[in-house]
C-alpha cells in the first residue's frame, strides 16, 4: 500500500495559502491537497503547475474548477469529452488526468517527491465563471476517490488525514 498523503494536518483555524498568483483564504476545517492537471499520459514533470485544490466528497464529480483558474493554472490544449448538465446549466468536461503530490509526513507544504496519477475516465469539470455552482477553489470529489480506489483515513483525535492507494490488509 503505497502512503499518497501522510498524516496531513487539519486545521480548525482559517488560514492563507499562496496558489500560483494569488493568496486565498483557507476556512476552518477545509482539506487542501497539491494537484496538478495534464492531459491524459503526459509524463510526469512535463511543465504541470501545482495548485491547491479542495478535498470535498460532497462534491459528487471527480474534479471542478472555474475556468479562470484553469486557464492561469493548468494546460490551455486539454480536449474536451462532452458535458454535464449541473443545476439547469451545461458544463463542459475536458479529457485530463490528475497529479496529486505528496505532503511531508505531517506537514501541510507540499513534498518534492513525485506526484501520484489519478485518472477520471468521465473527465474533470470546467465551471464557467458566473455560474453560481462553480466551487470558489478548485475541489477534488468523491468519485476521484471512488474511481481510483483510494481510502482516505481521518484520525480526528491526531487532527491528521491519510490518503493511500493500493490494497490493504489492515482494515
Same mark, same amino acid.
Given at each position: 500500500? !503505497? *502512503?499518497?498523503?501522510d *498524516?496531513?494536518p487539519?486545521?480548525?483555524e482559517a488560514?492563507?495559502?499562496?496558489?500560483?498568483n494569488?493568496?486565498e483564504?483557507? $476556512?476552518?476545517?477545509q482539506?487542501i491537497?497539491?494537484?496538478a492537471?495534464a492531459p491524459? !499520459?503526459?509524463l510526469? %514533470?512535463s511543465g504541470?503547475?501545482r495548485?491547491?485544490?479542495?478535498?470535498?466528497?460532497?462534491?459528487?464529480h471527480?474534479?471542478a474548477?472555474?475556468? @479562470?483558474q484553469?486557464e !492561469?493554472?493548468?494546460?490551455? *490544449?486539454?480536449?474536451? $469529452?462532452? $458535458?454535464? @448538465?449541473?443545476g439547469?446549466?451545461l458544463?463542459?468536461?475536458l479529457d485530463?488526468?490528475?497529479?496529486l503530490?505528496?505532503?511531508?509526513? %505531517?506537514?501541510?507544504?507540499?513534498?518534492? @517527491?513525485e506526484?501520484?496519477l489519478?485518472?477520471?475516465?468521465e %473527465?474533470i469539470?470546467?465551471y464557467?465563471?458566473d455560474?453560481?455552482?462553480?466551487?470558489r477553489l478548485?475541489?477534488l %470529489?468523491?468519485r476521484?476517490i471512488l474511481r481510483?480506489?483510494l481510502?482516505?483515513v481521518?484520525?480526528g483525535r !491526531? @487532527?491528521?488525514l491519510?490518503i493511500?492507494?493500493g490494497r490493504?490488509?489492515?482494515?
Open positions: 500500500m !503505497k *502512503r499518497l498523503i *498524516r496531513l487539519l486545521s480548525e488560514t492563507m495559502i499562496v496558489t500560483p494569488c493568496v483564504s483557507i $476556512r476552518p476545517y482539506i491537497l497539491w494537484v492537471i491524459k !499520459k503526459m510526469i %514533470g504541470r503547475l495548485f491547491p485544490a479542495l478535498l470535498d466528497t460532497g462534491l459528487n471527480n474534479f474548477i472555474r475556468q @479562470r484553469f !492561469k493554472w493548468s494546460i490551455p *490544449r486539454i480536449p474536451r $469529452r462532452g $458535458r454535464v @448538465r449541473i439547469g446549466t458544463v463542459p468536461l485530463a488526468d490528475l497529479w503530490y505528496p505532503n511531508d509526513p %505531517g506537514q501541510a507544504k507540499p513534498s518534492d @517527491r506526484p501520484s489519478l485518472q477520471f475516465p %473527465g469539470a470546467i464557467p465563471d455560474s453560481v455552482y462553480a466551487p478548485p475541489t %470529489g468523491l476521484a481510483n480506489k481510502k482516505v481521518i484520525d !491526531k @487532527r491528521q491519510s493511500y492507494s490493504s490488509y489492515w482494515f
